[in-house]
């Protein structure tokens, strides 16, 4: 079996940390140093400058987390995690966890957790956001807003993962890049370098900036 057979294989079969090591030896062998920052970002967290992937682009919706009982309308009164109503926001958030965070995550959610990371207070992002709910500011030591990630899309995360090695690695194939015994010959090399590795969407506007994002879907 060749190098490029058996990341296919691997891809299909394996667990996603696999794929990507075996995907790190390949990328090594063929001096791709883009998948090899790619690898980087999925192992180790992509850093706040950087671009993610599409499908690292996740849908959010915006909910308050209190740490006492607030008024919630009608006379009510609340505590706890609380989704508020969508008000015509549409948020698409980047999501950077390291793929290990990710598979922790997801194995929180098989328990019904919901996915969802605190926006920090004092951000212009959690400002915009009591402006615009009407946050009453006598309240505001007792609500936090957080995001809620999509479920869906988090648990798909590894699979596309997996999804974008394999259509790699078919493409070496297609363009005779095999790897036969173990190694690549240069010309094998000098193909391997015109292989596309599409990880981006030029389609959609990588979201970098919280609070950039929010205005930028709200406005």
């Not at 999509?150 to 070496?172: G, H, T």
């Not at 599409?198 to 406005?219: A, P």
Request: glycine share 6%.
């Amino acid at each position: 079996m060749n190098l490029v057979n058996e990341l296919q294989i691997s891809a299909e079969r394996d667990d996603v940390l696999t794929v990507l090591r075996k995907t790190k030896r390949l990328a090594s062998k063929l001096d791709r140093r883009d998948i090899s920052d790619w690898l980087l970002a999925e192992q180790n967290g992509y850093l706040a400058d950087q671009d993610v992937p599409n499908y690292r682009v996740i849908n959010t919706t915006i909910a308050i987390d209190t740490n006492g009982y607030v008024p919630a309308g009608y006379g009510q009164l609340m505590r706890g995690i609380v989704e508020l109503p969508s008000s015509g926001l549409d948020l698409r958030m980047p999501f950077r966890a390291s793929v290990s965070d990710v598979l922790s995550l997801i194995d929180s959610l098989n328990g019904n957790n919901g996915a969802y990371l605190s926006i920090e207070d004092g951000s212009d992002l959690s400002r915009d956001l009591r402006s615009f709910f009407g946050v009453n500011p006598m309240l505001s030591q007792h609500i936090s807003f957080i995001q809620k990630y999509n479920s869906v899309q988090i648990k798909a995360i590894p699979e596309k993962i997996k999804d974008k090695v394999l259509e790699w690695a078919c493409d070496l194939e297609t363009a005779w890049v095999t790897g036969e015994g173990l190694s690549f010959s240069p010309k094998e090399k000098e193909i391997a370098h015109s292989v596309t590795f599409n990880i981006r969407n030029s389609n959609i506007e990588q979201l970098n900036n919280m609070g950039q994002n929010w205005k930028m879907s709200h406005d």
